[in-house]
Nanobody
Framework: VQLQASGGGLVQAGGSLRLSCATSGLVFSSASMGWFRQAPGKERGFVAAILWSGANTNYAETVKGRFTISRDDAKNTVYLQMNSLKPEDTAVYYC????????????????WGQGTQVTVSS
């Protein structure tokens, strides 16, 4: 199983980025997907998750109304659209796949990608 996150970069505050996580080796249509992030010196924290069916989503309070998670089962890919970015959104963003969803708990995810850096300048 492989998860490949991409789309990170440097953006000014107020800007937007779209992260992608391409997967292989798993039954994507049966996998709930999540995004987590880790800033320097901090623990990995929940950002957003989407149920395997796409019917339910879950967001951290800090990103509600700004971030949107979506999935394309035809492409085995999950996305995170990030708008109105803030400097405090700066972190390495990780995608993850699991069975239970849309869970905010890292322990509910079995597979993880390598992370993509998002840096928001003020």
């Amino acid at each position: 199983v492989q998860l490949q996150a991409s789309g990170g970069g440097l953006v000014q505050a107020g800007g937007s980025l779209r992260l992608s996580c391409a997967t292989s080796g798993l039954v994507f249509s049966s996998a709930s997907m999540g995004w987590f992030r880790q800033a320097p010196g901090k623990e990995r924290g929940f950002v957003a998750a989407i149920l395997w069916s796409g019917a339910n989503t879950n967001y951290a309070e800090t990103v509600k109304g700004r971030f949107t998670i979506s999935r394309d089962d035809a492409k085995n890919t999950v996305y995170l659209q990030m708008n109105s970015l803030k400097p405090e959104d700066t972190a390495v963003y990780y995608c993850a796949a699991g069975i239970n969803g849309p869970s905010p708990y890292p322990t509910d995810y079995d597979y993880w990608g390598q992370g993509t850096q998002v840096t928001v300048s003020s």
